[in-house]
């Protein structure tokens, strides 16, 4: 994160969106509204005389769209881009088309462009403005109040040592955030038929992980869906769970299969990485292997710890491949992951991990 305030360039063409924008922005602590612009020209010279720490940009503009905007830009000067577009609706393909090209974050414009539905995301527009600026962004080639701060409590007891019922069956739980439907797109595409099954929580607003679902579903060998409240959680399935709503793992008898269910938030995040490692932790165990990859905050850290505490594998992707080393950093800290690898190794750990548990009950 920068030091002192976060300051943004706002471009929209919208003068009233603009206007909202830049006081919800504006009127936390840490964020300043260096510059707005009413299109990516007026932008492009403002970029010139200084960098922003993070800029907000619209899709739909004169002149110039923002998607190819978002192009030139990662391909010349590198920055944290946050959309926030109308068309990003639920499950619009515009949204992946944006991660694609290099933005760290989306957050949906309403429709209708009045200043109490623009202000009803003003928490979300200023969290992830503050998580865009720990972004580690990369070249790429053309082409209201804060809520009280909950525990996995709020949705699970905590698990007990010694109560985990043996099973030989095993179970991948991984949690993302910021740059994470990148990299999991990385790490599921890998993937072989025979993988285990794999429950992940990614950060996402509702209505948009059916639709990343069936987006990584197209690329991978494995079949992946959005997670379904009761279904089996099956060997050479991933299931995306769905957005704000919680996944938990559950067993019935030596079967492990999937909850879905409604709550507060957790870790001020719903879906929450710490529900779905607690429950990895007290249904699975030592036969779960639980991976914390990028994003922002400490979602997952202690339910990581609870999963290693009751002999569960545990991962962290490693800084440098990480857009936001966040999640996996705090995991580190409380002392619950195992092992720290680069992303391009999270597939060949999963299965090597898969198979010693294949030898020892042959063995």
Not at 348 to 362: D, P, S
Request: proline fraction near 7%.
């Amino acid at each position: 994160m920068p030091k002192g305030k976060v300051r943004v360039l706002i471009v929209d063409d919208s003068a009233s969106v603009r206007q909202i924008l830049q006081t919800i922005l504006n009127d936390d602590p840490d964020i300043e509204v260096m510059a707005t612009a009413s299109d990516p020209f007026v932008a492009a010279r403002r970029l010139q005389d200084e960098l922003p720490d993070v800029m907000i940009l619209d899709l739909e503009m004169p002149r110039m769209d923002g998607m190819t905007f978002l192009r030139k830009i990662m391909a010349q000067r590198p920055i944290p881009v946050i959309i926030c577009s109308s068309l990003t609706e639920e499950g619009s393909n515009v949204m992946f088309e944006a991660f694609e090209a290099g933005a760290v974050d989306i957050v949906p414009k309403p429709k209708i462009d009045t200043r109490q539905a623009l202000f009803e995301c003003s928490t979300r527009l200023r969290d992830a403005v503050k998580s865009a600026a720990r972004a580690r962004v990369r070249p790429r080639t053309e082409r209201r109040e804060i809520e009280k701060k909950l525990t996995a409590d709020a949705i699970i007891p905590p698990p007990v040592q010694g109560k985990v019922r043996p099973t030989t069956e095993r179970i991948v739980c991984i949690g993302a955030s910021t740059g994470g439907t990148e990299a999991l797109n990385d790490v599921l595409e890998m993937l072989p038929p025979h993988c285990p099954p794999i429950l992940i929580v990614q950060h996402m607003p509702a209505g948009f992980t059916a639709a990343f679902a069936r987006r990584l579903d197209t690329v991978c060998q494995i079949r992946v869906k959005e997670a379904e409240d009761g279904e089996p959680a099956l060997p050479g399935c991933a299931y995306i769970a769905p957005g704000a709503r919680h996944m938990l793992l559950q067993r019935i008898g030596l079967r492990y299969q999937i909850a879905i269910k409604d709550g507060p938030p957790v870790s001020r995040h719903r879906p929450s990485v710490d529900v779905l490692f607690r429950s990895a932790a007290q249904h699975a165990g030592a036969n779960a292997l639980g991976v914390i990859m990028t994003g922002m905050g400490d979602d997952g850290a202690r339910g990581m710890l609870e999963m290693r505490k009751l002999g569960a594998s545990t991962r962290a992707q490693d800084e440098e491949s990480c857009v936001v080393f966040g999640m996996p950093k705090e995991a580190i800290a409380h002392g619950g992951v195992e092992k720290v690898v680069s992303l391009h190794h999270i597939p060949r750990e999963i299965m090597l991990w898969y198979q010693a548990g294949h030898v020892a009950v042959a063995g």
